[in-house]
């Protein structure tokens, strides 16, 4: 009987280590390793580690709370353009805002009763559920400046950040 439950406990301690470590160790670990360098390299170079949103100004687009991967490479081939979702770095790695790309280099934004006019024409804005009453007087874009606003326009423009990003603050566009 004493035999037996060694013989058990043997097993277990087999079958233990071939669901944690496999059955060829070494193999395990060079896996671990490739894993290990694979996530290294997609998180410092492709991707944001993942981003929560949390505040409503990006809201229906973008719910509060969830959570988004943003592409670092996304711009290599060609600049943001209008409609993307970007993250937009303030102070350090840290601190970032997801915002909407809705001015280009060079055009003029201004906001009026509510109504976006990019270079004096309405800018159709499927992505806005809500109305506003926002007022802005007219912004002339540099050449590396993109103006950006969140979605949500039903809150007040004072509880906004919205404005001018140049281009070395934009890291990336959204992807989930």
């Known amino acids: 009987m004493h035999m037996q439950s060694e013989q058990d406990k043997h097993g277990l301690v087999w079958w233990l280590r071939t669901i944690l470590i496999g059955r060829n160790p070494r193999r395990t670990l060079i896996r671990i390793g490739v894993l290990v360098v694979a996530a290294f390299v997609l998180f410092k170079f492709v991707l944001l580690p993942p981003v929560r949103i949390t505040g409503p100004s990006m809201s229906p687009t973008l719910r509060e709370g969830s959570i988004h991967l943003v592409s670092r490479v996304a711009y290599l081939r060609h600049p943001p353009r209008r409609g993307d979702v970007v993250s937009i770095r303030l102070a350090g790695n840290s601190i970032m805002y997801m915002k909407r790309i809705v001015g280009e280099p060079g055009e003029t934004v201004e906001f009026v009763n509510g109504r976006l006019l990019v ?58």
Not at 121 to 136: A, F, G, Q, T
Not at 142 to 157: C, K, L, Q, S, T
Not at 170 to 176: A, F
């Open 119 to 176: 270079n004096g024409k309405v800018l159709e804005e499927p992505y806005v559920k809500s109305p506003s009453r926002w007022n802005m007087p007219p912004e002339t874009l540099g050449p590396d400046e993109y103006f950006v606003v969140g979605d949500n326009r039903a809150m007040h423009i004072d509880d906004h950040y919205l404005g001018v990003a140049t281009r070395d603050r934009i890291v990336g566009k959204l992807l989930l």
